[in-house]
């Protein structure tokens, strides 16, 4: 071994030594596709090649129906060619086919060294099995045979065994029981233990997760999903012990009833590698194999609300109140706007408007709404604002709180609670009351009412008339009848 890094010092220091004296080409990104047609038993790969610069990051290789992710390699070289050096680092994801057909790769785009890049994708076919030849060189002699197959094992058969993971899925909810309409947090997580030996990787997860929701996703509940894109370890402590948590799906589900969320268990297939017993130097050191890990069925118990006349209908969650107005000046018949903003943690989207009360004194105009939600730090936050137009018809002082008022349950003080204006406005002027009234256009039959007599008149006079009238009605059956029997 000391001859062989002694050899591999040298060739690094001629390396170095032509660096100096010759100038690097253009640097160059590419995704290279695999072949237009393979066999069921061979791989499919994408490469990601960077041309004289470093491959200092890149993104997810895209998930391709039909084919399973098989894991990835990776290579460089180096080139002096005429004095010009060339030089290239590339990344290949390598594919197996699930099965025989002809499948399409999408276009996708992967983020390398911070930039987007681009695929056009294509069309592979996957048919049967190739055969595997084994190739017989008739001019390989003894002499031919390199000393080094021996003396690093690769004459002899590799023997992989199966080392036990310290590894478990765990769906996890942030509480045991909830109110209808409290918000839920459910976490599903992969845990790896810092001192587990056995090598996991994830595969097909876009595919496994969609398959995943369906089980977990309660039909009782509203759902606001985190949307996890990427997948990164987080450092947790477990009954004391260190783990790296792996969040692969994290939601909040508010129940629409006081029936309980169940959670069924869920497997997440993963691949689990078998390392060699006698590991080599040039050998291969581990064989690909799966495992599926399954999480623990989980209750949560749903109870109902306090009892309360609008039970059914208030909004559950912890929530405060924002509220501006134009002015706290105000004219009778010059408009005014008015904002309620409700925020804080809950289901937003529940949020009904506030109950508002016009009369004599004021008209209220329905509300424009704007709604925002953010969903981070495992809560979900956010703000409902109803804006409003309002116009005042009678002078004088009033509490805006008369008018505005919004009624939630708060779970955490297991209270039913009131959020109200605490704006007062002074409305200067003349009473507009009057002119509402006059304002409303009863249209030409009421305006004809002063110019009409109102005095009483008898209807007998109009009583031979009906008989005349019945006659002829009578007549004309009559005749009808006869023309149809007739016929």
Do not use: C
């Amino acid at each position: 071994m000391g001859l062989i890094y002694r050899s591999l010092r040298f060739s690094l220091l001629i390396l170095v030594s032509a660096f100096a004296g010759h100038t690097l080409q253009a640097q160059e990104i590419s995704i290279t596709l695999g072949p237009d047609e393979i066999g069921e038993n061979q791989a499919w790969t994408i490469t990601i090649t960077a041309s004289n610069e470093r491959l200092k990051s890149y993104g997810d290789f895209p998930e391709i129906e039909g084919f399973r992710m098989r894991g990835t390699s990776s290579s460089s070289s180096t080139q002096i060619v005429n004095g010009q050096i060339s030089s290239s680092q590339s990344v290949t994801m390598t594919y197996a086919p699930t099965g025989q057909g002809t499948f399409t790769i999408d276009p996708f785009q992967i983020k390398i060294n911070d930039k987007m890049y681009s695929s056009p994708g294509k069309t592979v076919k996957v048919g049967p099995p190739a055969e595997r030849q084994q190739r017989n060189d008739p001019f390989r002699s003894f002499f031919d045979h390199d000393p080094a197959d021996s003396f690093f094992g690769r004459d002899e058969k590799t023997e992989f065994v199966d080392v036990k993971e310290d590894a478990f899925l765990a769906l996890t909810t942030d509480k045991e029981s909830a109110y209808v309409g409290e918000g839920i947090t459910s976490t599903l997580s992969f845990y790896v233990a810092d001192n587990n030996r056995a090598p996991l990787q994830f595969h097909d997860l876009g595919k496994q997760l969609s398959d995943i929701l369906k089980k977990v996703r309660p039909e009782n509940a509203w759902e606001e999903n985190f949307n996890i894109e990427n997948i990164n370890g987080e450092p947790v402590t477990i009954g004391g012990k260190r783990y790296t948590q792996y969040k692969i799906y994290q939601g909040v589900f508010y129940p629409l009833n006081a029936e309980d969320i169940r959670f069924p268990s869920v497997g997440l297939e993963m691949i689990k590698y078998k390392v060699a017993k006698n590991p080599s130097f040039f050998g291969q050191n581990r064989q690909e194999d799966f495992k599926t890990f399954y999480s623990k069925p989980k209750t949560v118990r749903v109870k109902e609300l306090p009892p309360h006349p609008l039970r059914e209908q208030v909004a559950v969650g912890d929530y405060l109140l924002d509220e501006r107005i134009s002015s706290g000046d105000l004219e009778t018949g010059q408009s005014f706007s008015y904002q309620f903003n409700i925020y804080g943690e809950g289901n937003i989207s529940a949020i009904n408007e506030p109950s508002v009360d016009s009369d004599e004194n004021f008209d209220f105009y329905d509300p424009n709404i704007d709604q925002n939600i953010n969903r981070r730090n495992n809560h979900v936050t956010g703000s409902k604002s109803f804006s409003y137009f309002g116009i005042p018809k009678e002078p004088g002082q009033y509490n805006l709180k008369d008018y505005f008022k919004w009624i939630f349950f708060n779970p955490k003080t297991q209270k039913y609670d009131t959020l109200m204006s605490s704006q007062v406005v002074t409305v200067t002027g003349e009473s507009k009351k009057n002119e509402s009234i006059q304002s409303n256009d009863l249209g030409s039959f009421y305006d004809r009412i002063e110019a009409e007599n109102n005095q009483l008149k008898s209807t007998d006079s109009f009583e031979w008339i009906k008989i005349f009238a019945n006659i002829l009605i009578l007549t004309m059956l009559a005749t009808t009848a006869i023309i149809i029997f007739k016929k």
